[in-house]
């Protein structure tokens, strides 16, 4: 609608620019319009291409040359544009000239030439032409045309716009008559109009804007308002099937477009307009429809009123918009503690008052339009110029005096009838301020009231029915967070109790009279029983298998409940309270404990949930903005409602929803204890291998590979594989053995391919942990593996498989540990075996924190890296050796440069080695094999004698000391003692 429809710049490749911007291509374009005053149907593109090439030169004009300015208004080449207007030439030649008109105001940067262009007073002649607004494009093009204008204002040019002497501003009285336009993009527009008015500091301007159209403009603004919102609780009384979502939302977004509208005019901090606005939105919108339609029918009478919830729903959306202290504080005051006699003490008072004023406090429709209003008001300005007790109109009273007193008779009468209208308009606006110093009045006496002590507080927190009878809208309130059924009301309440606690404009004392809870409270000895006592029920009720609570409600709920019950010296929650909670934990576990699987996917959506919950927590504000939570709840994910927000479908949906309550009840438990985090999650970040660490690689298992990736690139790396990761890593230049990480990626997210054409190659693929269950993969590896031989390929696709299945297995046990399942010992996988352990749940997580520690300290002995494809001495594999070998026979690569003992080498790993590890954290122990028998040499480590299987399985044989099987059932539990006492895991053949 906005857009411009082809190019305004004037000239073509024939033409120079020389010719073009100069002050003699001006006198001619002037020559031109003298010549065709009149518009006809032979001239009007040569006229609309004048006016254009007249903008372009102005605008060059600007910046380059000042006597085009002078020119210009010296042939008052402005009054030719205006009476081009005039002759009704057509809708071709009106756009062209606003479209002109509008880049010309856009483009001009010196002040000097603004007050040119907006002398003699024709931008406001042409503000007020009749221009025909059916036409869109005319409307677009002229309500820019304004916006543009409105941008140039300040204290210097206010003065050409606003003329003190007639009270006429014609930019702003334009401008408000199309604040309810059907096109959005006008609406807009001539909000961004209004507060550019707003802002500029000329107390005159702004005393014409309060006096003659501020009540007009903010009741037609009001009624505005509420008609969308009575059309939106239509829209959802009506949408039982999800039909009109797309309506809904629309309509949600134009309220929360009108919300950001009247706080923008709010913090601008005009006090007077605010008072206004303030005494209209109050009585006109908030209190009347919004907060009057808590109560129910019977209590309602057959006054306008909109659904509970929609009421509940906008009344939050006004608190995490609207700051305005006087205007938030009155809002709460009435639905906190109000009753009905705050409606009907004031209707009271307005039948006394005038029975045509009796919609103070009532959603009427105003008895005028907006621009009958403004012509009326028009009109009485100009007889007589308005005068107000507690404001004088500096130099106009002069100018008032002389023709009173020089009237001839029948002057007289008009003037006395134009008096009595004045008096009339006057006495309505004296009106509106009486009711808002009233209102002052009662805020007042209410802090005066509300410095109680924590006695009298507690005195009437416990006062029962009596209280909750005199506060309808607040027993409203918290029997809506009854959940026996389903959470429909509970989240709007909940949303509300947010928003109201964590506004910036709502005194601390209105809150603490009936001790709700406080963004920001230093110290608390008591909290609101009763509200703690629905938020835990809400939660012990989500804790159950048919719970039909939302997990955003659950959310808000242990949101809320900590915010009741914490402060910055502790938590103050009973014990019975406490006791409750850790009540819906245990049935949280018990919950989830019917999910747990040991399938991979459980896994996978167990840290998925977790990620998504921490990384992207609840946003009260984006929850307010979403028009489905007014709809009734569904369990379908086909509506496309987010999944916190709906109710759960399938098993699948479920176990996340199990996940998440457990999560939750278990995060406010811990914090309510005082204690700390210390199983989840499954994978820290701070204790994984990162990019551009440094290792010590000495006696690890490394694999030289090439790694090719995606887009072409080569590299040659080290492939380790860690407990949790594998690694590529490149030697450190300055210390031997030691290497540079670079890159690092989780073993469980990780897919390994053989290439068929290449049994040396293998295709590796990691993908990024995400925290949205549906989005698609992200791989952050994509790469083929090229190693020397088959043989090396073989081995670490057996490496990176048993540690991939290893890696998941040891967090499928956590989960188990989290859930007081036993940690049952599962059969061997491709070198893995478990051990029982007590100690298994009580581990570190990590072990890097030796290995990135200097070459200078003692405690560096174990490599990061350790082995999982060795070949293990286990009791099973004794029985199976038919030789009759010494227990101590050990082979030793023939080309190793230094060797050791046996006996050496084991008291070196025994000593360092972590005491009371997990067997599922704790990494095969590399077994050593020589052919030597000096104690004094070292040992070497080979690799590949089990990862390669031979060609007949039984030519592999076991060297050991042969032992009776009675004696090996006896040995066996020795054997695993000793283990689970050194930290060293049982090995096992892989064959």
């Known amino acids: 609608m906005f857009g411009r429809s082809r190019s305004w710049v004037v000239g073509g490749p024939g033409r120079s620019s020389k010719s073009i911007h100069s002050l003699d291509h001006l006198k001619n374009m002037h020559h031109i319009l003298t010549k065709n005053t009149t518009v006809t149907d032979h001239n009007r593109d040569l006229l609309v291409e004048t006016i254009r090439s007249i903008t372009e030169i102005l605008i060059w004009g600007d910046q380059n040359d000042s006597s085009v300015f002078d020119f210009f208004l010296e042939k008052n080449m402005f009054a030719f544009f205006l009476n081009i207007l005039r002759q009704k ?68 040019t206010v003065h050409f716009f606003y003329n003190e002497h007639t009270n006429d501003f014609a930019l702003y009285t334009e401008a408000i008559k199309f604040f309810n336009h059907p096109e959005s993009m006008v609406r807009i527009a001539v909000r961004t109009i209004t507060l550019n008015v707003y802002k500029v500091n000329n107390h005159h301007m702004l005393h014409y804007i309060r006096d003659k159209t501020a009540a007009p403009y903010f009741s037609n603004l009001v009624w505005f308002i509420g008609s969308h919102v009575i059309e939106l609780d239509n829209c959802v009384q009506t949408d039982e099937e999800h039909a009109n979502k797309t309506k809904l939302s629309d309509l949600v977004a134009e309220h929360l477009d009108h919300l950001h509208y009247l706080n923008d005019i709010l913090i601008i901090n005009c006090e007077f307009l605010n008072d206004v606005l303030t005494d209209h939105l109050l009585n006109r919108l908030f209190l009347p429809l919004y907060v009057y339609s808590l109560l129910t029918h019977e209590k309602c009478g057959d006054l306008t009123k909109i659904s509970a919830q929609v009421s509940l729903y906008l009344l939050s959306q006004v608190f995490l918009i609207i700051h305005y202290s006087p205007l938030v504080n009155s809002l709460a005051d009435v639905i906190l ?142 029997n809506a967070l009854d959940c026996s059924g389903d959470d429909y009301y509970a989240l709007f309440v909940l949303c509300l109790l947010y928003a109201m606690s964590h506004n910036r404009g709502i005194d601390s004392t209105l809150l603490e009279k009936i001790q709700l809870p406080f963004r920001q409270t230093a110290e608390k000895t008591v909290y609101s029983h009763v509200l703690a006592e629905r938020l835990i029920r809400i939660t012990i009720n989500a804790a159950q298998s048919d719970s039909k609570i939302r997990l955003a409600t659950l959310e808000l709920s242990c949101l809320l409940l900590k915010q009741l019950v914490m402060s910055n010296s502790g938590c ?358 020589s052919l030597l028998s000096d104690d004094n040499t070292d040992a070497l480590s080979v690799e590949s004698l089990t990862l390669v299987p031979p060609a007949d399985p039984h030519c592999i044989l076991s060297f050991s000391t042969p032992v009776q099987s009675s004696m090996l059932s006896e040995a066996a539990p020795a054997s695993e003692g000793d283990h689970a006492e050194t930290g060293e895991p049982e090995a096992s053949t892989d064959v």
């Not at 677009?140 to 140039?152: C, D, M, N, Q, R």
């Not at 507690?458 to 909750?468: I, L, N």
């Not at 007590?838 to 890097?848: C, E, K, T």
Request: hydrophobic letters at 35%; glycine letters at 4%; one cysteine or more.
């Open 337 to 478: 503690n109000g009753d009905l006699s705050v409606f009907s003490a004031q209707a009271e008072q307005d039948l006394q008052k005038s029975m045509a004023k009796s919609g103070i406090r009532c959603f009427t429709k105003p008895a005028e339009s907006l621009e009958k209003s403004l012509e009326i008001s028009k009109q009485r300005g100009r007889k007589k110029v308005q005068k107000r007790p507690n404001y004088k109109n500096v130099g106009e009273e002069e100018e008032e005096n002389p023709p009173d007193e020089t009237q001839e008779d029948p002057d007289k009468a008009k003037s006395t009838d134009g008096a009595s209208k004045m008096n009339k308009s006057t006495l309505e606006t004296e009106e509106i301020e009486m009711v808002i110093m009233e209102r002052c009045k009662i805020s007042k006496a209410l802090v005066t009231e509300q410095n109680t002590t924590d006695e009298e507080k507690s005195a009437a927190a416990a006062a029962g029915t009596d209280s909750s009878q005199s506060r309808p809208f607040l027993d409203m309130i918290y």
């Open 572 to 929: 103050v929650i009973k014990d019975v309270h406490l006791a409750c909670l850790e009540g819906a934990r245990e049935e949280s576990v018990h919950l989830l404990r019917r999910f747990y699987k040991g399938e991979e996917i459980f896994l996978d959506v167990f840290e998925d949930e977790y990620r998504s919950m921490t990384n992207k927590p609840l946003n009260v504000e984006y929850l307010m903005m979403d028009a489905s939570i007014l709809l009734p709840p569904t369990g379908t994910p086909l509506t496309g409602i987010d999944f916190v927000k709906r109710l759960p479908c399938g098993d699948v949906e479920r176990t996340r929803r199990a996940i998440r309550v457990f999560f939750m009840l278990r995060a406010l438990s811990l914090e309510l204890r005082g204690e700390l985090e210390t199983q989840l999650p499954l994978t820290r970040e701070d204790d994984l291998i990162k990019t551009d660490d440094v290792l010590d690689l000495n006696n690890s298992d490394l694999i030289a590979c090439t790694v090719i990736t995606k887009d072409g690139g080569q590299a040659q790396r080290f492939l380790a594989v860690d407990i949790y990761q594998m690694s590529l890593v490149e030697p450190e230049t300055k210390r031997l053995g030691w290497g540079v990480v670079k890159f690092a990626g989780l073993l469980q997210d990780m897919q390994v391919t053989g290439v068929e054409d290449d049994s040396r190659a293998l295709h590796i693929t990691i993908h990024k942990p995400t925290s949205n269950p549906h989005a698609k993969p992200f791989p952050i590896l994509q790469a083929t593996f090229i190693f020397s031989d088959h043989i090396r390929c073989i081995i670490a696709k057996q490496r990176l498989a048993k540690g991939r299945i290893q890696a998941r297995r040891m967090k499928m046990q956590r989960i188990a540990a989290l859930l007081d399942l036993p940690v049952q010992p599962s059969p061997e996988v491709m070198g893995f075996t478990h051990v029982t352990s007590a100690a298994a749940q009580h581990l570190p997580f990590r072990f890097y924190d030796q290995s990135r520690r200097g070459l200078s300290d003692n405690t560096v002995q174990r490599s990061v890296f350790a082995s999982v494809d060795k070949v293990p001495d286990d009791a099973a594999s004794l029985e199976e050796s038919p030789l009759n070998l010494p227990a101590q026979v050990e082979f030793v690569d023939e080309t190793a440069c230094s060797i050791t003992g046996p006996s050496k080498n084991m008291q070196k790993n025994s000593e360092f080695e972590p005491t009371n590890l997990a067997p599922s954290l704790t990494p095969s122990q590399q077994p050593t094999i």
């Open 89 to 156: 030439s057509g809708r071709y030649v009106c756009v062209q000239l606003l479209q002109t008109l509008n880049i010309l105001f856009e483009n001009i940067s010196h002040e000097t030439s603004l007050y040119y262009l907006l002398s003699n007073n024709h931008v406001n002649s042409i503000i007020v032409h009749k221009f025909d607004f059916s036409d869109e494009e005319i409307m677009a093009y002229y309500i820019s045309f304004l916006k543009t204008l409105s941008l140039k204002l300040n204290n210097h």
